[in-house]
């Protein structure tokens, strides 16, 4: 579900005097075909172990004695360590390259994740979750790097899209998969299932994917990031998608924590199984996204962000009924927008930063991720004091702040 930011920060030049580059790998060659499929795969165990857990948090609720918030905090720690990592992840990559990178995290990820199936207390499997986020951000920090630097041009954006659909693929299977298994055995089996995912993938991403033969290790110059960093900061647009992207990722995040409460009570009383199934509506993000960007291209991203908002605020009333169809038919909409609106805002970034274009994408998703960890906590507030009245009244809040950045931006 969710878009991959290149290595990030400004670099000085090569330390040593290199050779020529060799060239690209050939669209259509078999090292082209292995890096597209170890980078789908790498995407799909990164937000398999990610997200995972997201409809198994009232089941934690109950067993360790949580409130609603506590038991969100599994994913907020996982959110917010990301996006501490996604900068130095990019920076590291610079110097080790990519590949090691990346291989080291879904091995420390995989680690992680199977520790967590026999985590002690709850306080050691927020640690746990939240190293397992930690680590997994050398990959999407670095896996755009990759394909820009190793793949010929003419076949970038399909393969930067065949490692979009792989992240929201991912997100979506685990989500159903780690119901199903919590439904038949227990959450525990949930983790050291993802957790075999995730060092399998790790063994093949190893084995498939092309050394790269491109790679230049580069110095880091302090003082040159910082005054990109500062650059953008002050711009007159960036900040507000910056915004954006911690507004929106925080509300969606925030609405499948809590709609598993919702759907597991009266007068839904939904399964495990139940509820994850609804996160098969991801499908509809990977299909949002390419539209939405195709719409951007055409009508403007500042009238087709517009637009996704308004599908994401009429998605959200509907899920005020108590209809289960019209709670799917909400729950698919908001999903439907917030891709779209995701996708055009990402886009955008890359479009408005003048220079340092990298560390701008890594900065806006760093602000999408850590939205994710304090959103995700803080709606869980306002599900304890309103119920999901009370959690559609704080999204509108966060949709509502979405509509003045835009204001600001049409400016």
């Not at 790097?145 to 065949?162: F, R």
């Not at 609106?341 to 806006?364: C, D, F, Q």
Request: aromatic share 10%; hydrophobic share 55%.
């Amino acid at each position: 579900m969710s878009s991959s930011p290149l290595a990030a920060g400004a670099l000085s030049p090569s330390l040593h005097t290199q050779a020529p580059l060799p060239p690209p790998l050939a669209l259509g060659s078999p090292e082209h075909r292995a890096a597209k499929w170890a980078l789908f795969v790498g995407g799909f165990s990164t937000f398999a172990m990610f997200y995972g857990p997201q409809p198994l948090l009232p089941l934690f609720a109950r067993e360790f004695g949580l409130s609603p918030a506590e038991s969100s905090v599994v994913l907020s720690a996982t959110s917010g360590a990301m996006a501490l990592g996604l900068i130095p992840a990019g920076l590291l990559a610079q110097r080790l390259g990519p590949k090691t990178v990346m291989v080291v995290a879904l091995m420390l990820g995989a680690a992680a994740c199977l520790l967590s199936a026999i985590a002690p207390s709850y306080g050691s499997l927020i640690v746990l979750r939240a190293l397992l986020g930690l680590a997994l951000a050398g990959v999407p920090a670095v896996a755009a790097a990759y394909l820009s630097e190793e793949l010929d041009p003419v076949g970038l954006g399909q393969a930067i899209g065949l490692v979009i659909a792989g992240n929201a693929a991912g997100g979506m299977t685990s989500r159903l998969v780690s119901g199903l298994l919590a439904d038949l055995t227990s959450w525990r089996m949930a983790f050291a299932g993802l957790g075999c995912l995730g060092a399998v993938a790790a063994f093949e991403f190893w084995r498939s994917l092309p050394a790269s033969r491109r790679f230049r290790p580069t110095a880091f110059a302090p003082a040159v990031w910082s005054a990109d960093l500062r650059h953008h900061l002050r711009d007159t647009g960036l900040p507000w998608l910056f915004v954006i992207a911690f507004l929106l990722m925080g509300s969606f995040v925030s609405l499948y924590n809590y709609l598993g409460y919702r759907l597991g009570a009266a007068p839904f009383s939904l399964s495990h199984t139940g509820i994850g199934a609804i996160f098969l509506l991801y499908v509809l993000g990977m299909i949002a996204s390419p539209w939405a960007g195709r719409r951007a291209d055409h009508a403007g991203p500042l009238r087709t962000l517009s637009m996704m908002l308004g599908v994401m605020a009429l998605g959200l009333a509907l899920t005020v009924l108590d209809a289960l169809p019209a709670v799917i038919a909400g729950v698919a909409l908001y999903t439907f927008g917030f891709f779209g609106a995701h996708s055009v805002a990402s886009g955008w970034v890359g479009r408005r930063a003048s220079h340092a274009k990298t560390l701008a994408a890594s900065m806006y998703l760093c602000a999408y991720y850590l939205g994710a960890g304090a959103m995700g906590w803080a709606s869980g507030h306002a599900w304890s004091e309103g119920g999901w009245t009370g959690m559609v009244g704080f999204f509108g809040l966060l949709l509502a702040g979405c509509g003045v950045a835009v204001s600001r931006l049409r400016r």
